[in-house]
């Protein structure tokens, strides 16, 4: 029996794809949401000024990344991350450990989800995972969001969502999201979920295969998916969209800038009807150098957000605030800098130094400290030098009024950052980083 000639092969191939498209369409076609629902107010406690750190995580020698937070029902922050030997490999489990504020004390790592483990639940081959977002429900179950890829790199992802009942205790069988029609790739999470005035969540995702663009995936009650939105397109360069949400109506969502025209600065859009339409992204006035940032909006309007606020390089961190709704922005504070070591990296000798005073700061044990810097020297030098690195910032205020911030320290561990808002009112009075 003869084949189907090739040009026909192609078309039934376009008609199944258009097919398959349409059929996503037709999911994807909800009204949307009314509007979306303004977080909790939260009124900060009387409080004298503080400002604490340390480290979330505790494993040496690990490749440690991309940590999220979430605040539980009794006060406490559970935090998620993934580790292993380095970012890709097969060995990488997200991971996650509780910060109990009366103690001061973090708990022990747990391992939430691994390679294997997502295997066995979605049925399908897994090669590695990545970065881990924990969201609340409507009616108040904990969900999981992570990275999963079965071929290729970071371009080849999908979403994999699992769901907790008891804090982040036990989870769910992990389920993998469909979102996109055509083979259900390059969708990736970074930002926080936020929620609907009808109680659907709203899910900030992007995508790297041809092209770099934001979206927001909804999600019905139950977790599935209902629809998505572009909030880019594909040659701005947008990635891990932070949607702020202001009112019902109003948003704004900042974005991690990966494009390749001057000056790099952090991507903005922003919505005044509930999220129907999102203005064309432009560039704020944040510097961006091609990595993640955080904000979260306070009660008063403004936005806090933290980030690397320069052009290039991940050697320093700063917290900074915008009065205005995202048009100018002043540094509050200098989280880490190391920007001093840009033109000399230091050697192993000078960056093991340097490595075990900032572990001393963060709050490491003096026994400890020669343990961080190694576990540091390990990811971050190369026969070249050393560089320092402090990124992918997640910030979230809890119901106590209190800030915390947790982010990547050197490769090598998740450092946990906790301020009052006191504390912030003292560095704005005094006016200057």
Same mark, same amino acid.
């Given at each position: 029996m003869r084949g189907i000639p090739v040009p026909?092969?192609?078309?039934?191939?376009?008609?199944?794809?258009?097919?398959?498209? *349409?059929?996503?369409? @037709?999911?994807?076609?909800? %009204?949307? *949401?009314?509007?979306?629902r303004a977080p909790p107010a939260t009124a900060a406690r009387d409080s004298e000024p503080r400002f604490q750190s340390r480290f979330a995580s505790s494993t040496l020698r690990t490749q440690t990344h991309a940590a999220s937070a979430i605040e539980l029902k009794d006060g406490r922050i559970r935090a998620f991350w993934f580790a292993g030997s380095r970012e890709g490999a097969r060995d990488v489990e997200i991971r996650s450990a509780v910060f109990d504020p009366v103690s001061g004390q +973090?708990? *022990?790592?747990?391992?939430? *989800?691994?390679?294997?483990?997502?295997?066995?639940?979605?049925?399908?081959?897994?090669?590695?995972?990545?970065?881990? #977002?924990?969201?609340?429900?409507?009616?108040?179950?904990? +969900?999981?969001y992570y990275v999963t890829v079965?071929?290729?790199? +970071?371009?080849?992802s999908s979403v994999t969502a699992m769901a907790s009942s008891d804090e982040g205790e036990t989870w769910s069988a992990a389920r993998r999201l469909v979102t996109s029609p055509f083979l259900n790739i390059s969708t990736l999470? @970074?930002?926080?979920?936020?929620?609907?005035?009808?109680?659907?969540?709203g899910l900030p995702v992007y995508h790297e295969f041809a092209g770099k663009f934001g979206e927001i995936v909804r999600l019905d009650k139950t977790g599935a998916v209902m629809d998505k939105q572009r909030l880019t397109a594909g040659g701005d360069g947008a990635l891990q969209p932070v949607?702020?949400?202001?009112?019902? &109506?109003?948003?704004?969502?900042?974005? %991690?800038?990966?494009?390749?025209?001057?000056?790099?600065?952090?991507?903005?859009?922003?919505?005044?009807?509930?999220? %129907?339409? +999102?203005?064309?992204?432009? @560039?704020?006035?944040?510097?961006?150098?091609?990595? &993640?940032?955080?904000?979260?909006m306070l009660p008063d309007g403004r936005i806090l957000a933290a980030l690397n606020n320069q052009e290039a390089g991940r050697d320093t961190l700063s917290l900074a605030i915008s009065a205005d709704g995202g048009n100018n922005w002043k540094? #509050?504070?200098?989280?880490?800098?190391?920007?001093?070591?840009?033109?000399?990296?230091?050697?192993?000798p000078?960056?093991? @130094?340097?490595?075990?005073?900032?572990?001393?700061?963060?709050?490491?044990?003096?026994?400890?400290?020669?343990?961080h810097a190694e576990s540091a020297k390990r990811q971050v030098c190369t026969e070249h030098g050393c560089r320092f690195e402090f990124s992918y910032p997640y910030l979230i205020r809890a119901q106590s009024g209190d800030f915390h911030l947790v982010y990547t320290w050197n490769r090598s561990f998740i450092k946990h950052v906790t301020f009052t808002g006191a504390w912030l009112d003292q560095r704005l009075q005094a006016g200057g980083p």
């Open positions: 026909n092969r192609l078309l039934v191939l376009c008609l199944i794809l258009v097919s398959f498209g *349409a059929g996503f369409l @037709k999911v994807s076609g909800h %009204r949307a *949401a009314e509007g979306f +973090w708990g *022990a790592e747990q391992t939430v *989800a691994s390679r294997e483990s997502t295997q066995q639940s979605l049925l399908r081959y897994v090669s590695k995972l990545g970065n881990p #977002v924990a969201a609340r429900a409507e009616d108040g179950a904990l +969900w999981l079965t071929l290729g790199g +970071w371009a080849g999470v @970074k930002g926080a979920p936020f929620l609907y005035e009808d109680g659907t969540m949607v702020l949400v202001k009112s019902s &109506a109003g948003a704004l969502a900042l974005m %991690r800038y990966a494009g390749a025209t001057s000056p790099r600065r952090a991507l903005a859009v922003s919505t005044g009807d509930g999220g %129907r339409y +999102w203005t064309a992204p432009a @560039k704020s006035a944040l510097a961006n150098p091609n990595s &993640a940032l955080a904000a979260v540094t #509050v504070y200098l989280l880490e800098d190391q920007s001093g070591a840009r033109s000399q990296p230091p050697d192993e000078a960056f093991l @130094k340097i490595a075990g005073q900032l572990a001393r700061e963060t709050g490491a044990n003096a026994a400890d400290t020669g343990e």
